[in-house]
Each structure stands twice: as C-alpha cells, then as structure tokens.
C-alpha cells in the first residue's frame, strides 16, 4: 500500500497535469465547489458541510473538508457566497478559500440564468523531505514547502428552473506552480495546477409520491481522460433520497440522504472502486449535512432537488 501511494505522489510531482481538484460523490449538493453561478440560486441562505474519505485503507490517501456557504442577496439579480476546502493527500496539504458572486436573470417564464465569478487563494504545503525516493539527491526533495500562496479565479454559467439545470464553468483559470527548487543556480517549477471544466446537467421527473432525478457531471482536466459521473436519484415523499451513481472507469457509488427537519439535510455516500488498487483500499465514504438557517414555508411547499 505504501507503493501505491509512493507511485501517486510521484505522479503529482511530475510535469504531467492530471485530476487534482477534490472529487465529491454527493456534488448535487455541494454544487458551489465546482459552479460559481450556482451562489444564490436555493433562494435561501444555505450551508453545506461535507467531509469525504477515499481509499481508506491506505496511508496517506485523499481526505477532504469543505464548508460553502451561499445566499441571495435580492430576489431577483444578485447572489453571494464562499466556499473553504481542506484537501490531503499523501505528503501534501491544500487549504482553498474562494468568495463567489453570481449576477441572475430571467430567460424565459420557467427558467433563469446565473453568470458567476469567483476569486480566492489556495495555500499550499508539501513535505518533500519526508517522501521515500531511490535518488537521495534528486533535489526536488531537498527542502519542504510550506505555506504557498497561490491566486486563482473562475467563472461559470447556470441555468435553471424548478426541476431542471444544465451549467458549465472553469472554476480555476490560473495554471500556478505549487512546488519550486534551485538546481544548480536555476529555479525549476513543478506540481502544477491543471485547468478543470465541469458541465453539470439533470432533471426531476415526477412519479407521483416519488420523483426521479437522473444528472450527469462531465469533468474535463489537462493531461487526464474525460470523467463522468452519471447519477440517479430517487426522491421518496421528499424526505428520503435513495441513489446510485457510476463514475467511468473508476467506482459505482450507493447515496442516501433524509431531510432530517425541515431545515436540515443530512447525506452518506459510499465508492466501491472497480480497479484491483480501489477495491482493495476500502472504497470511499462521504458524510453530507446541508442547513438552510432561515426558516421558508415557501422552500417547504416546493422544495428544492439541486
């Protein structure tokens, strides 16, 4: 186990971008990491916190915290909110903080459009030194990295109505070196952040007492294979949700999730990995709680779904 990790470590200190951002299971639910035009669109001030455990069974492998927050600022055109993630893997840490604004209006009776921004910083520690390597004078690992600070911004485009949305955003346009080292008088750069693009999409159908809600996230990143996480949920008199998802290639994912009160959402999600390296790292486990502060009978009388 500790090769594997050895083996993913070393592909992040390579030149070749790959998957870097956090992945999430329970996305539908914590759409503001990935889509800044989704700030202000539940109408209500939202929290939703989300702690996520991949390939337990390894040291060192990925662990993740978010918290986002976001609100309307009016009832119409304007929407705020902010996002912080705490992501580790192997030897390296990334906390993230980002602020979001979304600018809404109206396209058409049923649907409205969001265009959003976002801006904020990633801070990021890499313990080279500690790292296992056959070359002891490779001088990537001659030295630590602690506390780099790298601006980022991102723009993304929602559209939505009551029971549909189709987005697609770039929620990080700067390609920022993380790690740099002197060899031999010159400075080298390496761990680059790779561009992400995410388009989002999904539907609620109604089936009397329950609603179906299929949705699909396409995940595209420099120097990796196309990703989709294809999704299926059932809603059950709008209190319990029971789901499946499919990410290609990769794990097949069980979701429940029960409107605990009528302001608070709580949510578990499990991977079970189809490679030989996942199905032996126990999978991962999502733990899911949303809490909309502001009681609003009209939430209660048409909920939201996304």
Known sequence: ?????????????GNVCAQQDPMYSM?????????????????????????????????????????SVHSPVNERTLGIGGNLVHDRIGRSTTTSAFADIAYRMVVTKKYRLALGLQAGVNLASIANTKVENTDPSDPTFQADISGRVCPNFGFGAYLWSSNSYLGISVPKLFKNYLGRFSNEGINERFFQEATHVFITAGYVLPLGTVKFKPSIMLRATEGAPLSADISANFFLYDKIVLGAAYRNGDSVTGILAVQATEQVRVGYAYDMGLSAVTRRANGAHELMISYNPVYNRERVRSPRYF
Do not use: C, E, K
């Open 1 to 13: 186990m500790r090769t594997v990790v050895a083996l993913l470590f070393a592909a992040m200190m």
């Open 27 to 67: 996305y539908m639910w914590n759409m503001l990491a990935i889509q800044p035009g989704y700030a202000g669109s539940a109408d209500v001030l939202n929290a939703t916190a989300l702690s996520r455990i991949q390939w337990s069974a390894i040291n060192g492998a990925p662990v993740t915290h978010s918290l």
